[in-house]
C-alpha cells in the first residue's frame, strides 16, 4: 500500500510537472551564481524588475507541460546593507505590504535604489526559500528534483510500450506457427539477449545520437527480449487449448486467434513483466544520463543530477547526489514491490 501511495504521489507530480515546481521556468533552468551551493532550507530576498520586452504568461496546460518563462528579472539581494535597505528604508514613496509578510510590493523605487544600479520600472522585493538548497550554477534543487521525476516515468512509459509492441508480437508469431518461423525468431532472441543490455543500449545511443527521444527509442530496443520469451512461451502452451481448436474449426485466421483468443489469456502475465521492465527501464537511464548518453542538459533528470553532483560527495555537499540516488531507489524499490504484489495476486495456481 505504502508503495502503491508513493507511485501515485510520484504520477501526480510527474503530470502536474511545473505548476507545483517552486521554479517555473522550462527546465527548471532560473540560474542565480550568486546563491551557488547554499545549504537546505537557504532563503534569499530577490528584487524582481519588470523585463523590457513583456513575457505572455502562458495558460495553464501550457504551463503544466512546457513551463513559464521568467516574467520578471530576479536579483538576489546577498548583501545585507543592500537588503535591509531596500527592506526597511523609509525612501519608499507610496509602498504597500500585502499579507505576505515576506513580501514587499513597490510601486515607487527610492533613490537609493537607482544610485544601486536598479532602474525606476515597477520593483517588488520576494522572500524565497529553496528547501533543498541550490546546486552549483544556483539553481533550485527541489524544483530539479520533482521535474525529473517527469523524465524517469516517461522513459519507463515509452520504453516499455516499445518493448510490449516488439516482444508481443515477435513472441506470440513464434509460439504459433513454430517450425522454421520459431527457429529463426528464437535465433534472433537469443543472439540479442547474449548481447550486455547496457552495452547494447550505448551502442544504440551512439547510432540515434544523444537526446530525450533517442534514449526512450534505444532502452525500449533492448528490453523486448525478456517479453518475447515469455510470451512465445506462454502461446506454445496456449496453442494446444480447446478453445484455439475451436476458433481453427470455425475458419478464424491466425491473426484473430492470436490477438483476440491468445493474448488476452497472457495480459496478467504481461503486467507482471511490464511492472519489472518498468524499474529496469528507470536505472537504465539513471545509468546512462550518469555516463552523460542520456537526456542532456538543462533538462532535468535524477541521473544527471547525480552526475553534475557525484564530485560533491567528498565534501560538505554530498546531499545533492544523495538525493537524486534516493530518488531512484526509492522508485525502482516501489515498481519491484508492485510488480512482486502482481505476481502473486494474478497466481492462477494458488
Not at 532563503?43 to 524588475?49: E, G, I
Not at 513580501?103 to 529553496?130: E, H, I, M, Q, Y
Not at 506470440?172 to 552495452?199: C, E, F, M, Q, R
Request: proline letters at 3%; hydrophobic letters at 50%; one cysteine or more.
Amino acid at each position: 500500500m505504502i508503495s502503491l501511495f508513493f507511485l501515485c504521489l510520484v504520477f501526480l507530480m510527474a503530470i502536474l510537472g511545473y505548476l507545483i515546481t517552486p521554479d517555473q521556468t522550462p527546465n527548471c533552468n532560473e540560474q542565480h551564481l550568486e546563491i551557488a551551493l547554499q545549504s537546505p532550507g537557504f532563503s534569499v530576498f530577490f528584487l524582481n524588475t519588470e523585463k523590457e520586452q513583456p513575457v505572455k504568461d502562458k495558460c495553464m496546460f501550457q504551463k503544466m507541460l512546457f513551463g513559464q518563462p521568467a516574467i520578471y528579472n530576479s536579483v538576489p539581494l546577498i548583501n545585507e546593507d543592500i537588503e535591509m535597505e531596500v527592506i526597511n528604508n523609509k525612501g519608499y514613496n507610496d509602498f504597500n505590504r500585502n499579507t505576505d509578510s515576506n513580501s514587499v510590493f513597490c510601486r515607487k523605487n527610492s533613490a537609493n535604489l537607482v544610485a544601486k544600479g536598479f532602474d525606476d520600472k515597477n520593483t517588488f522585493v520576494r522572500k524565497k526559500t529553496f528547501w533543498l538548497g541550490t546546486d552549483r550554477y544556483g539553481r533550485d534543487v527541489l524544483s530539479q528534483l520533482m521535474l525529473g521525476a517527469r523524465i524517469s516515468l516517461s522513459v519507463g512509459i515509452i520504453a516499455v510500450f516499445i518493448a510490449l509492441l516488439i516482444g508481443v508480437f515477435v513472441g506470440a508469431i513464434a509460439g504459433y506457427y513454430g517450425g522454421k518461423t520459431d527457429a529463426l525468431l528464437t535465433w534472433l532472441i537469443n543472439v540479442v539477449w547474449s548481447i550486455p543490455t547496457l552495452l547494447l543500449v550505448i551502442a544504440i545511443s551512439f547510432a540515434l545520437g544523444k537526446g530525450f527521444w533517442q534514449i526512450f527509442i534505444a532502452i525500449g530496443l533492448t528490453m523486448w527480449v525478456d517479453i518475447a520469451r515469455v510470451v512465445r512461451g506462454q502461446t506454445l502452451a496456449l496453442k494446444q487449448q480447446d478453445f484455439v481448436e475451436a476458433g481453427r474449426a470455425l475458419g478464424f485466421s491466425n491473426m484473430r486467434i492470436i490477438f483476440k483468443h491468445i493474448l488476452p489469456n497472457i495480459f496478467g502475465t504481461l503486467v507482471v513483466l511490464s511492472a519489472a521492465n518498468f524499474s529496469s527501464a528507470i536505472l537504465m537511464e539513471a545509468g546512462l544520463s550518469f555516463l552523460g548518453m542520456g537526456v542532456q542538459p538543462p533538462i532535468p533528470s535524477w541521473g544527471m543530477m547525480m552526475k553534475e553532483n557525484y564530485a560533491y560527495i567528498v565534501l560538505d555537499k554530498a546531499y545533492l547526489a544523495i538525493i537524486p540516488g534516493i530518488a531512484i531507489m526509492m522508485l525502482v524499490f516501489a515498481f519491484m514491490l508492485i510488480g512482486s504484489a502482481l505476481r502473486n495476486a494474478m497466481e492462477v495456481r494458488k
